[in-house]
Every structure is written in structure tokens, then in C-alpha cells.
T-cell receptor
């Protein structure tokens, strides 16, 4: 069974620090990797996607992918209290991630303290 | 664009009753997904459609659950009869490329 594993947290970081969120996946054939943010009581929203090994930066967010280690991470620089949410890692066996089953981890709860 | 629209936002029903959840995907999106989220199990895919055709319903927990997509702009998820263990947040999502866009969800409580 395809699985996506995340540390449930909570991960607590001070405002302005770097938050590092990690995810491992079991299906070596996975092609697309996504990070969603979910505020309490709200729906998940897509914040980053990555398809190739290496780093991808978007503003304060950097996604890192290592397919050999089956590992994907999300770094949040200059963390703000508004970043406090649950971060869901999701993996798809199709390139692009629009089709097929997007398998989600259970999420890591991040708390940014002022 | 109004995004993915789900209704109702909240539903409280008694065990044994029929429940129907509704979803309007984003126009032009050709994939539609129904997910269920609980604290214990996280987000689980129930079923997904491509161009209104069901592709994978292996996540549907049992025959009490059924889903339809009669056209590109509407889908329903029906539970009959409902049970307390069906209590969860049900999300609809649609996609054309690069991940999914989720609706606001329906919080279902079966008492």
C-alpha cells in the first residue's frame, strides 16, 4: 500500500526562524510532490509542487526533493504567526499531479510563536 | 472563478437517514475527487471521476456510499443509510493540472 509519512508535530518555532517540515513516501514510482497548507477548520490549499530532484523556491517557501531517498521537505524562511497551520505532504504517481490518486500524509502541525 | 463549491457546509443527521453531499467543480477542470478527512485517518480518497466517468472507487468504504457525476458541473456523494462512523469532513476537489483545488468541505455529523 502506498504511504506518505509525516511527523504529526506539533512543530514549534519562534517568529523569524526557519521551519523545516519533512515527508517520506513509499512508492518509488511517484512522480509529483505537493505541499498543502490547511488552517484549522478550512480546506487544504496548494502552496508548492515539485517534480524534479533538487530545490524549488517560491518566496519564503523552498521545496526539496530527493527521489533516491524517497524524501521531500518544505522549508519556510522568516516564519510568521500566520504560517501556523497543518502542512500536508501529497504524492502522485502521475507527472503533473492532476490525475490519479493524490495520496496525502496526515500532516504536520506547525506553530509559530511571536 | 468561484472555486469548487460544496453544499451543505454542515449536515447533522440521525443514524439510518440518507445524506446527499453536492459539489460543483471549477469550470474546465476534467478531474473531480471526493475525499474524507478524519483525525484518525487523515485525508482519504473515496472516488474520482475523469470527464464525468468514475475511474477509481476503491476507496468507497462500502455499498452504503455512492457517487455520481451526471455532467461536468455537478457531482453528488450519497450515504444511505448513514452511520455514526461516517461522521467526518467530506471534501470535493477538482483538477486540470498541477494538483487539486479543494472545496470548503461538508462537515457531516451522524447522531
Amino acid at each position: 500500500q502506498k504511504e506518505v509519512e509525516q511527523n504529526s508535530g506539533p512543530l514549534s518555532v519562534p517568529e523569524g526562524a526557519i521551519a523545516s517540515l519533512n515527508c517520506t513516501y513509499s512508492d518509488r514510482g511517484s512522480q509529483s510532490f505537493f505541499w498543502y497548507r490547511q488552517y484549522s477548520g478550512k480546506s487544504p490549499e496548494l502552496i508548492m509542487f515539485i517534480y524534479s530532484n533538487g530545490d524549488k523556491e517560491d518566496g519564503r517557501f523552498t521545496a526539496q526533493l530527493n527521489k533516491a531517498s524517497q524524501y521531500v521537505s518544505l522549508l519556510i524562511r522568516d516564519s510568521q504567526p500566520s504560517d501556523s497551520a497543518t502542512y500536508l505532504c501529497a504524492v502522485n504517481s502521475f507527472y503533473g499531479g492532476s490525475q490519479g490518486n493524490l495520496i496525502f500524509g496526515k500532516g504536520t502541525k506547525l506553530s509559530v510563536k511571536p | 472563478d468561484a472555486g469548487v463549491i460544496q453544499s451543505p457546509r454542515h449536515e447533522v443527521t440521525e443514524m439510518g437517514q440518507e445524506v446527499t453531499l453536492r459539489c460543483k467543480p471549477i469550470s474546465g477542470h476534467d478531474y473531480l475527487f471526493w475525499y474524507r478527512q478524519t483525525m484518525m485517518r487523515g485525508l482519504e480518497l473515496l472516488i474520482y471521476f475523469n470527464n464525468n466517468v468514475p475511474i477509481d472507487d476503491s476507496g468507497m468504504p462500502e455499498d452504503r456510499f455512492s457517487a455520481k457525476m451526471p455532467n461536468a458541473s455537478f457531482s453528488t456523494l450519497k450515504i444511505q443509510p448513514s452511520e455514526p462512523r461516517d461522521s467526518a469532513v467530506y471534501f470535493c476537489a477538482s483538477s486540470r493540472s498541477r494538483g487539486y483545488t479543494f472545496g470548503s468541505g461538508t462537515r457531516l455529523t451522524v447522531v
